[in-house]
């Protein structure tokens, strides 16, 4: 019996190899939502875009995904990583881009695009 459990403690102070999900999309936005009745922090969102491929103009985008913000970007010399443990997927989850900026809105801009590209022809982050 105690040498199943030095086993096992054994095996839990080795380093796991996670599995990571990498995404690469067009833009990364940090959107801050602000309720319009009071102007107060609503929730904060990281929002996943790409260019829509189809258009010629390549001016439209559309939303890849979101998740709520809880954890702070990782950026490097030349891209940005938005990363965090996906409970779902059971791995660590990372989003990269070359472009992320930061908007205040007093509207959910990912709700929005649902306006325009409803949310079933979503191209979604990789399961």
């Not at 439209?60 to 030349?78: C, G, S």
């Not at 990583?81 to 509207?107: I, P």
Request: glycine share 2%; charged share 30%; net charge negative.
């Amino acid at each position: 019996m105690r040498a199943l459990a030095l086993l096992i403690l054994i095996a839990w102070s080795q380093p796991i190899n996670e599995p990571v999900i990498i995404d690469h999309v067009d833009e990364i936005e940090l959107n801050h939502f602000h309720c319009g009745e009071t102007g107060r922090l609503h929730f904060t969102q990281w929002i996943f875009w790409e260019y829509d491929p189809w258009l010629r103009s390549g001016s439209v985008k559309r939303v890849v995904d979101w998740k709520m913000a809880h954890e702070p970007a990782e950026q490097l010399p030349h891209e940005i990583r938005v990363a965090w443990w996906d409970d779902e997927a059971a791995c660590r989850r990372v989003v990269v881009s070359q472009l992320m900026y930061e908007t205040w809105t007093f509207y959910d801009p990912e709700i929005a695009d649902r306006e325009t590209w409803p949310k079933e022809f979503r191209r979604r982050l990789t399961k």
